[in-house]
């Protein structure tokens, strides 16, 4: 780690963090913390590359991944990884209680004072909420005194929760990169970039197919400047076309066009993008089934999708879940035993198997014994992060490290499990109310989880060969100070604009969606979900059927993983280009074979610096003039 890679590094911090709090909290119209790797990023080392050619001593392409790290964590931090769920769900239980909802009678009681800013016994819309919403005009000074204790306890849970991932990861790294040689497809643009430099920028082919999104973004951009224009569009609704019995009953179905979605999954095997848009078309099929025969239409709440198709999703995560730990249970007994100082430790490894096991055993138990403190049950709080950690995190990081979606999100949350076999209200007052803190910013929305760019950092550092341990003082040193600098600049803009003339998804959304969902249980609801339990052990039984298929022949062209993310919000959001891109690799391979492919690999590459680009530009633009910007497929 260089001086001037730590320093540019930690100023692209500062830059990340405000630009991507400006666009998102501010503009509302492009979210650049929700994709992996976010577009902020693509066009931050673009910039990096023409700055290099003024230099007398360029940038290395280990200097670029290392500032690269640090970016990708602040990007990641600043959105929806923490920040955008974190203050918006403190702030807005209190804020948005009424007299209606009950919740200063239902939920204040269970509160503990040291997990929020406000006095849990005193009334609604306290000040220092009522600042944060309606924003201070005049001049007052923003009370950060009164946020430092609240984030200080918290961001000891999150550092637990997020040294957990990089012991997982560690412990995962080898298996997954080494032993079963995933393709890691999003860190290909990257590292193409950084290695190549000058050949990357003077490819022909790559600029043909930056051409095409750039075109298409740049003229829908003068449409908002111009609207007597046409607009090229990128989001075609089909439920619109769907207005007859049967049909109504499929749930959101649209047609996104992202050329950076079509780039990225080129990059993957033929049979995984085959499974993901072959289930997604599969459930909508089974939608229309269901409705026809009159089945009672129940959306799910965590997934855009029928409930008894989202819970056949939710039990197909557990089995491949534990197939991935299964495949890797050779090296994971290894792992064991260096731990306990039966084999030696690999030099090379990011971080000892010792530190790592061991690590990630005490971080466990010290985010049950914080979630214990905080008012929840034990077992619920083992429950709560087991699932979190070892079922939702690492189906996503294995989403993107073989299966290259760009937008990680679930399907369920831990309590739509345990509500299969009891009914929620069960769990009573005290754990329901740190449930929805817990839904609210960990296991509901999984977009900017950082077990994948921990893992992608790790393939990162191998392209560019910087020693693996180098990564233990970039994320110690990139972490704890995106969280302090995107929490100053979420603060400050927040009180300077207030809440309720932002974004309304993160400040009257998300952060309260499961204390509105909870007040029913509180109030004592028994109602549960035991009539899905069946679609759940079909999900299971499926999965396992299609995993031993997986074993035994290697021509099976069925994927576990593409059924258990059919109803992910990253497959609603690209089957479109996943089908796009099956179709042109499929072509290319039939009449040019793999040499026609690896020449075609450019072209498509470009196709997602063309896009992300775009959108990284027209961030820059939005956050100088606040003027409109096209859409994004993404956004």
Same mark, same amino acid.
């Given at each position: ?62 200097? #670029?991944?290392? $500032?690269?790290?640090?970016? $990708? ?12 769920? #974190? ?13 209606? @909802? ?10 503990? !004072? ?20 309606? +924003? ?37 790294? !080898? ?19 950084? &290695? ?16 095409? /999104? ?40 649209? *047609? ?103 690590? %990630? ?18 077992? #619920? ?48 007052? !005290? @754990?329901?109310?740190?449930? *929805? ?10 977009? +900017? ?13 191998? +392209? ?12 110690? $040193? ?8 995107? +929490? ?22 998300? @952060? ?5 969902? @909870? ?52 497959? $609603? ?25 690896? !020449?075609?690999?450019?072209?498509? %590459? ?6 992300? &680009? ?13 003027? /409109? ?7």
């Amino acid at each position: 780690m260089t001086i001037r890679s730590l320093i540019i590094g930690v100023l692209c911090i500062f830059i990340t963090s405000f630009v991507v709090c400006w666009a998102e909290l501010v503009t509302k119209s492009i979210f650049l913390g929700y994709l992996q790797p976010p577009p902020v990023l693509i066009g931050l080392i673009f910039l990096l590359l023409i700055f290099n050619k003024f230099l007398k001593n360029p940038l290395r392409a280990q200097e #670029l991944a290392i $500032i690269y790290c640090f970016t $990708i964590v602040s990007s990641m931090l600043t959105s929806a990884g923490l920040m955008n769920d #974190l203050m918006p769900t403190m702030a807005g239980v209190n804020y948005l209680a009424d007299p209606v @909802n009950k919740w200063d009678k239902l939920f204040f009681p269970h509160i503990k !004072k040291w997990l929020v800013p406000w006095n849990p016994h005193g009334p609604i819309k306290q000040e220092i909420v009522k600042g944060y919403y309606e +924003g201070y005009f005049y001049g007052e000074p923003i009370p950060w005194g009164k946020w430092l204790a609240p984030l200080g306890i918290w961001s000891i849970l999150i550092l637990l929760v997020f040294f957990s991932f990089f012991c997982l990861a560690v412990i995962m790294r !080898k298996q997954w990169v080494e032993g079963e040689k995933l393709p890691f497809p999003l860190v290909q643009l990257p590292l193409e970039m950084m &290695t190549e430099g000058d050949s990357f920028l003077s490819n022909r082919l790559m600029w043909f197919g930056f051409a095409i /999104p750039a075109l298409v973004f740049g003229l829908n951009g003068l449409q908002k400047v111009f609207p007597s224009l046409p607009e090229i569009p990128v989001d075609i609704n089909l439920n619109q076309y769907m207005t007859t019995h049967p049909w109504t009953g499929v749930t959101f179905f649209h *047609a996104y066009i992202s050329f950076a979605g079509i780039g990225f999954f080129y990059l993957l095997p033929s049979q995984l993008l085959f499974s993901f848009w072959f289930f997604y078309i599969l459930f909508k099929i089974e939608e229309v089934v269901a409705t026809s025969f009159g089945i009672e239409i129940v959306n799910a709440p965590h997934a855009a999708a029928q409930q008894f198709v989202a819970y056949q999703t939710t039990g197909a995560f557990f089995v491949v879940a534990g197939y991935f730990f299964y495949t890797a249970l050779p090296h994971l007994k290894r792992v064991f035993r260096t731990a306990i100082g039966r084999e030696k430790e690999d030099p090379d490894e990011v971080m000892p198997y010792k530190v790592a096991f061991w690590g %990630l055993l005490i971080a466990i138990i010290l985010i049950g014994v914080w979630s214990n403190m905080a008012g929840m049950a034990l077992w #619920l709080a083992f429950f709560e992060f087991i699932i979190y950690i070892f079922v939702e995190a690492i189906v996503m990081a294995r989403s993107t490290a073989e299966g290259g979606l760009i937008m990680t999100e679930g399907c369920f949350t831990p309590l739509d499990v345990y509500s299969l076999f009891s009914p929620a209200s069960t769990l009573g007052a !005290k @754990n329901l109310t740190v449930l *929805a803190f817990f839904d609210a910013l960990f296991t509901r929305d999984l977009r +900017g989880i950082l077990l994948p760019v921990f893992l992608d950092s790790f393939r990162i550092a191998d +392209g560019v060969n910087l020693k693996r341990r180098t990564m233990i003082w970039i994320f110690m $040193i990139a972490i704890p100070l995106s969280i302090l600098v995107s +929490g100053y600049f979420h603060l400050l803009i927040v009180y300077k604009k207030g809440a309720i003339n932002l974004w309304s998804w993160v400040f009257q959304g998300n @952060n309260v969606q499961f204390f509105r969902e @909870n007040k029913p249980f509180v109030e004592g609801s028994t109602s549960f979900n035991l009539r899905f339990l069946p679609y759940f052990f079909i999900g299971i039984s499926l999965t396992l059927f299609l995993t031993l298929m997986r074993l035994r022949f290697w021509w099976w062209p069925l994927h576990p993983l593409g059924y258990a993310m059919s109803t992910s919000w990253g497959i $609603i959001v690209f089957w479109f280009p996943i089908l796009i891109a099956w179709i042109l690799k499929t072509a290319i391979l039939a009449s040019g074979g793999m040499r026609l492919y690896r !020449k075609a690999r450019m072209f498509f %590459l470009g196709m997602i610096f063309g896009e992300f &680009t775009m959108g990284f530009l027209y961030t820059i633009y939005a956050c100088l003039t606040n003027n /409109p910007v096209p859409r994004f497929p993404w956004t």
